[in-house]
């Protein structure tokens, strides 16, 4: 069996109208940029698709207009994860029934959970979910790790857990990942979720990234893992680099949702950059830092 999902998978920004309406037409825009730019599959309704401040027919309105519009010309990924188990197989269900590729969930948020209530929560899941799953590890966000123990035993125990988004600061972590969980089950993706670990990722035996900074530069991700799949490895340093400075931008606001909707209107994406409350809209004076950064790294032009 072969890697299912790999290469570079943008978790593509969800667009809202100033009334906080989906916006279909500009995340149609946004959509068919990033399959001109080459990416290798789309993510969306994750942590920067605003998912978590969606209610549930929000949540199900957008994962049938991207399934509809990408219209399987690249894998589709629906982020399902929520606090509850009975939701989350409720939105994975809909994602399935509504033909997406694969479900993306996050451990639940809030409560800490024992391992044994983690292991369970994705097990009953897996039972109830035919397709592919991918796990979602962000314990900045949800305040407990995945282990690499426990993804193995949950890989052990379901073959269709078939990767995990790793959005972790740690080069440990995503190594350990590949040698506890890849080395036993090959077909398993190992995916960084930051920008600046997409190289070591793939040094270590990982299969790619979900990098925030492909919605608005996503040939920078996609050279770093061309060049390092066609041996040219001095290409992939030189591209990495440039990757790199991305977690910059994200310094400039919490949370980065705005800052990604603007990158990309800056690209000449006719979008919307609404986000939905908590978050908020950035000042000129950041949108002004973005467009600095961006110029700099040949991304608007000279």
């Known amino acids: 069996m072969s890697v299912k999902f790999k290469g570079i998978i943008p978790p593509v920004s969800t667009i809202f109208d100033e009334s906080y309406n989906l916006d279909e037409a500009g995340m149609g825009r946004l959509i068919d940029f990033l399959i001109d730019e080459g990416v290798d599959g789309l993510f969306f309704l994750g942590s920067g698709g ?10 199900k309105q957008v994962a049938e207009f991207a399934i509809r519009y990408v219209d399987k010309r690249l894998p589709v990924l629906i982020g399902t994860g929520g606090t509850s188990t009975q939701e989350v197989i409720e939105l994975s269900h809909h994602a399935e029934e509504h033909g997406a590729d694969g479900v993306v ?12 209530n983690l292991y369970l929560h994705y097990h009953e899941i897996a039972e109830a979910v035919k397709g592919p799953i991918i796990l979602y590890n962000f314990p900045t966000l949800t305040g407990q790790d995945l ?13 269709n ?16 990942m590949v040698q506890n969980v890849k080395s036993k089950h090959p077909h398993f993706s190992v995916l960084a979720g930051f920008d600046d670990h997409l190289l070591n990722t793939l040094i ?15 040939q920078l991700a996609v050279g770093v893992y061309k060049a390092y799949k066609e041996g040219d490895y001095k290409a992939a340093v030189e591209q990495h680099k440039k990757l790199a400075l991305m977690p910059s931008l994200y310094e400039l606001e919490t949370p980065f949702l705005s800052i990604v909707k603007e990158a990309v209107k800056l690209r000449g994406i006719d979008i919307s950059t609404t986000v939905l409350p908590p978050s908020r809209s950035i000042n000129e004076e950041q949108i002004g830092k973005i467009e600095a950064l961006m110029k700099q790294l040949d991304l608007l032009g000279k």
Do not use: C
């Open 50 to 59: 605003e998912f978590s401040q969606m209610s549930v027919a929000q949540r």
């Open 105 to 116: 969930i996050i451990n639940p948020y809030y409560w800490g959970l024992s391992e044994e």
């Open 147 to 159: 282990s690499p123990e426990l993804v193995l035993r949950l890989a052990d125990a379901h073959s």
């Open 161 to 176: 857990i078939v990767g995990i988004k790793e959005t972790i600061d740690s080069t440990a972590h995503i190594r350990k």
């Open 204 to 218: 270590t035996g990982g299969d790619g990234a979900i990098p925030g900074s492909s919605n608005f530069a996503p």
